[in-house]
């Protein structure tokens, strides 16, 4: 089966400009969820959706960041407007609904954003 | 709040066996599962531990004491590709929290 997607691999840009990430999940999963990496540490959870409802968005910072998932399938990530400590890797993850599986992630390869 | 704590970087030879320990704090906590990422990579599933004891998947496995809130991960036979870090994370339903990661480096 195909894995997740995200698109684009690779973003450079200079600081108060906006930018967007796109997520496509492994087909069947309900549960996605964004993540931002710092380099040299642990992914950090910024939203996770069930379906198309938002089921944790705590350390999203709202004021710059927003997602959205369209028909419960592909998802957006927006910073608008970009800081400099935006830098990092955007992960995006997928995981089936229920059951011991929903416990398995499966990652993209990820966005590394550079804010200049 | 949410906090696993890991070694930061562990070192070992070839063919050798090496123990990663994580340590948490979570409210609500249901699981660890480990996750494995190489240099420039996405972290890849290992294994879940939801119940005390140990899980067994080839070469890994993977131990959990809840009354001790600590679970490691265990590495056999390691091999030179197996250098990457290696991420605990905590997994509620609702909130998954990762620790900052283990840098393995094996050595010839």
């Known amino acids: 089966e195909a894995g997740v997607a995200q698109s684009p691999r690779y973003k450079i840009i200079e600081k108060r400009q906006s930018v967007a990430f796109w997520c496509n999940p492994i087909s069947g999963h309900a549960t996605l969820y964004w993540y931002q990496q710092i380099l040299g540490q642990g992914p950090k959870l910024l939203i996770q959706?069930?379906?198309?409802?938002?089921?944790?968005d705590s350390q999203l910072p709202k004021d710059r960041f927003s997602a959205e998932r369209l028909k419960g399938v592909d998802s957006t990530l927006k910073i608008q407007p970009a800081k400099l400590e935006d830098s990092a890797v955007y992960l995006c993850?997928?995981?089936?609904?229920?059951?011991?599986?929903?416990?398995?992630?499966?990652f993209g390869p990820g966005t590394r954003l550079t804010v200049t | 709040g949410q906090s696993l704590e890991q070694p930061s970087e562990v070192t070992a030879v070839e063919g050798a066996i090496v123990q990663i320990n994580c340590t948490y704090q979570?409210?609500?906590?249901?699981?660890l599962s480990w996750y494995q990422q190489h240099d420039g990579g996405a972290p890849t599933f290992l294994s879940y531990?939801?119940?005390?004891g140990l899980e067994e998947t080839g070469r890994f496995s993977s131990f959990l004491s809840r009354s001790d809130s600590y679970g490691y991960l265990l590495l056999q036979e390691l091999q030179m590709k197996d250098s990457a870090s290696y991420f605990c994370a905590a997994t509620p339903p609702g909130k998954s929290t990762f620790g900052d990661g283990t840098t393995l480096t094996v050595k010839p």
């Open positions: 993850a997928s995981s089936p609904p229920t059951g011991r599986a929903s416990y398995e992630q499966y």
């Open positions: 959706f069930q379906n198309n409802g938002v089921v944790d």
């Open positions: 979570t409210s609500g906590f249901y699981g």
């Open positions: 531990n939801a119940l005390d």
